[in-house]
């Protein structure tokens, strides 16, 4: 079964404008974390923002905010006020816990458009 | 700013030639990852390591080997490129307990003709 869920496969905005991009996930892990990544065509992946299981709070990063639920397993990135700049894909991750150091696991994605 | 470093960033290479890609970070950071990505596609991690003499393979079976030798230093080797080799190769590490991220080097396109 998929741990990470992204099922937006890709996404329009129009510039200035809010996105909501989802993520939904799979742990029977109590303490875990959820990250964001963006990778524009350039190919790097820029790391955007964590979420931890226990956070009470969401988490924000300048335009960048997690709408964290986690009863509902879910953990969506909102990016407010749309630049051009933002176009790229968007990787969900989490990384769970249970010691010894556990490897990351990555949502199949969602490409995002800025339109003028 | 991530201390992480990938050489070469891009190489075109003929088919059965030996390959080693070269992965180096300043963090101190003890796990270090291989990730294989095609064009829009999701990551794929292929090897990780615990630290120096560890090395593990991960959930996609790779033809590929690592090393780990040195802390800052995590090589991927392909002994025989084939086309089926092209693709973008990531590095990346972290801490090993409690790291809120992993930090990504800048990737190495491979493409074996």
């Known amino acids: 079964a998929q741990k990470i869920t992204q099922t937006q496969p890709g996404m329009f905005v129009q510039e200035k404008e809010a996105v909501t991009l989802d993520c939904t996930y799979d742990t029977s892990d109590q303490s875990y974390g959820l990250f964001w990544y963006k990778q524009p065509s350039s190919g790097e992946m820029i790391f955007l923002i964590y979420?931890?299981?226990?956070?009470?709070q969401n988490a924000t990063e300048g335009r960048y905010s997690l709408n964290f639920q986690k009863a509902r397993k879910s953990a969506n990135l909102v990016i407010s006020a749309s630049q051009l700049g933002d176009s790229a894909m968007y990787f969900c991750?989490?990384?769970?816990?249970?010691?010894?150091?556990?490897?990351?696991?990555f949502g199949p994605g969602t490409r995002l458009s800025v339109l003028p | 700013e991530a201390d992480i470093y990938q050489t070469p960033r891009y190489l075109v290479i003929g088919t059965g030639k030996k390959i080693t890609l070269e992965c180096s970070q300043t963090m101190g950071h003890d796990k270090m990852y291989w990730y294989q990505q095609d064009p829009g596609m999701e990551l794929h991690l292929i090897h990780y390591?615990?630290?120096?003499?560890?090395?593990e393979k991960g959930d996609l079976s790779s033809e590929s080997t690592v090393s780990r030798i040195r802390t800052e230093h995590f090589p991927l080797t392909l002994e025989s490129a084939r086309p089926s080799h092209t693709s973008q190769y990531l590095c990346?590490?972290?801490?090993?307990?409690?790291?809120?991220?992993?930090?990504f080097g800048p990737g190495t396109r491979l493409l074996v003709l």
């Open positions: 991750a989490m990384r769970e816990g249970g010691g010894y150091g556990q490897n990351f696991v």
């Open positions: 979420q931890g299981s226990y956070d009470e």
């Open positions: 390591s615990y630290g120096v003499n560890s090395t």
């Open positions: 990346a590490s972290s801490e090993f307990e409690g790291g809120k991220t992993q930090y």
